[in-house]
């Protein structure tokens, strides 16, 4: 009973979202978990760290930090609960949202990132009563804020070159603090994915339709 008062709301998303990756990531069938009264302590102190550490960095989408070493490391079947607390856990989840973006815009993958993009930028734009096409004009807290929204991976780059003002709005910020933020490799190859966006059959012509599909619905 003391195990359980000590769990709480956030730890059983972890935990159930844990073990929802490392399940389907190898094909398995499973439940998520309701009775936490029989956790044993060896996991209890695990999903507390990693509890702790993942509130601590909001910005961490909780699937797929707990995807990223799977999809790193086809070979390995197993990752336990005290992996996600580790230097490797976090370097897994850098490396893995940077081979995300260099995926082929084409991808099942990106093609979903777009549209979750797109629907994050209606509601985004719908709460803030801001029209949809000044949304590469935002500020937060003195930041741009679609440069702050692709540092959490709540937006696509892709979907941004559908905004005319979007690289120019990129370029009106200095340079260094914008490498700090997005990483040099991402602000060093804007045109490379520009290329790649230009290049799809598919993902150019979602951002085309679903940018005016939002604008118009808003």
């Known amino acids: 009973m003391e195990i359980l008062q000590l769990i709480t709301e956030f730890d059983k998303r972890v935990y159930n979202t ?3 990756v490392s399940r389907s990531s190898n094909n398995q069938p499973f439940k998520f978990r309701k009775d936490f009264e029989k956790l044993d302590e060896k996991s209890f102190v695990a999903l507390k760290k990693v509890s702790s550490f ?3 960095y909001p910005q961490i989408k909780l699937e797929e930090f707990f995807k990223a070493p799977f999809a790193l490391y086809p070979d390995e079947t197993y990752f336990p609960l005290e992996y996600f607390h ?13 081979k995300q ?7 099942a993958e990106q093609l979903n990132s777009i549209k979750k993009s797109l629907v994050f930028i209606y509601n985004f734009c719908k709460d803030r009563n801001i029209n949809v096409l000044n949304y590469v004009n935002h500020m937060t807290n003195n930041e741009l804020s679609f440069i702050i929204h692709l540092k959490n991976h709540d937006i696509s780059l892709f979907v941004l070159f559908g905004f005319p003002d979007f690289e120019r ?7 260094e603090v914008v490498k700090f ?17 230009y290049n799809s059959k598919k993902a150019g012509k979602l951002v085309e339709l679903g940018l005016k599909k939002i604008i118009n619905k808003a």
Do not use: C, H, V
């Open 18 to 20: 844990y073990l929802k």
């Open 54 to 56: 993942l509130k601590g």
């Open 86 to 98: 580790s230097l490797k856990a976090t370097k897994a989840y850098t490396l893995f949202n940077k």
């Open 101 to 107: 973006l260099l995926q082929d815009p084409d991808s």
């Open 169 to 175: 709005r990129l370029k009106s910020r200095d340079a």
């Open 181 to 197: 933020i997005l990483g040099e490799e991402t602000y060093n190859n804007i045109s490379f994915f520009r290329t790649k966006l």
